[in-house]
């Protein structure tokens, strides 16, 4: 099945230590979405590709940095984790820009910082 | 700018009981309606979309939900719930190449 896989479900991670989450798609979709999800909060999106075009969020903080190597992978990187940035990451693709296109969810990654 | 207010944050129902999930939005032109659920631990599933034409749509799992202009409301219904059904459900619009979620209802049946 075509599918956007998360890696890895759980990431551990120490305060200030770089860490990267990935995301991979089988879906063939030009744009990919991140989003953080805090607990009981809905998800908020950091940034999205189209194509490779990076689109990012203004409130997005410096510290979370993206890399679409090609039409498969993105990765979303953490310089420098804090404590407030433990969360659920979820990585999303859509067939088009353009939110007439639904959008279709990894099951998530959830980051914890030590 | 475009938003979503979802005033349920809890919903207990019964197991075969009909439900409604609340949802208003608020946008300037058309709005993009989606509903999503996601179960524990895992990411969000699409339930449905409306984009236009008929205002009552359909939905897996048994789900439909009624987009109101008048009322800017998107509800979500289903007539009879399974216990496989609670989860969080998170309505959406989108707008501008992105999508506002709501801050989600999370839905708890009683067997």
């Known amino acids: 099945d075509a599918m956007v896989i998360q890696n890895p479900r759980y990431q551990v991670t120490q305060f200030g230590k770089p860490v990267t989450l990935s995301c991979s798609q089988t879906?063939?979709?030009?744009?990919m979405y991140w989003y953080q999800q805090k607990s009981s909060q809905a998800p908020k999106l950091l940034f999205h590709y189209y194509d490779k075009d990076f689109n990012n969020e203004a409130d997005t903080p410096d510290n979370f940095q993206s890399r679409r190597p090609n039409t498969s992978f993105c990765f979303l990187d953490i310089r420098s984790p804090g404590l407030g940035d433990a969360a659920m990451y979820l990585c999303?693709?859509?067939?088009?820009?353009?939110?007439?296109?639904?959008?279709?969810f990894g099951d998530g990654t959830r980051l914890s910082i030590l | 700018a475009q938003s979503v207010t979802q005033p349920d944050i809890h919903i207990t129902v019964s197991e075969g009981a009909s439900l409604e999930l609340r949802c208003n939005y608020s946008?300037?032109?058309?709005?993009?309606l989606f509903w999503y659920v996601q179960s524990p631990g895992q990411g969000l599933q699409l339930l449905l979309k409306y984009f236009s034409g008929d205002t009552l749509v359909q939905g897996i799992k048994g789900f439909e939900a009624e987009f109101k202009r008048s009322q800017s409301s998107f509800n979500l219904r289903k007539p009879s719930v399974h216990w496989s059904d609670a989860a969080e459900y998170f309505c959406a619009v989108g707008g501008g190449n992105k999508l506002t979620f709501g801050t989600g209802t999370q839905l708890k049946v009683e067997l």
């Open positions: 879906l063939n979709h030009n744009v």
């Open positions: 999303a693709t859509s067939r088009g820009q353009g939110t007439i296109q639904p959008q279709h």
């Open positions: 946008y300037g032109a058309t709005p993009y």
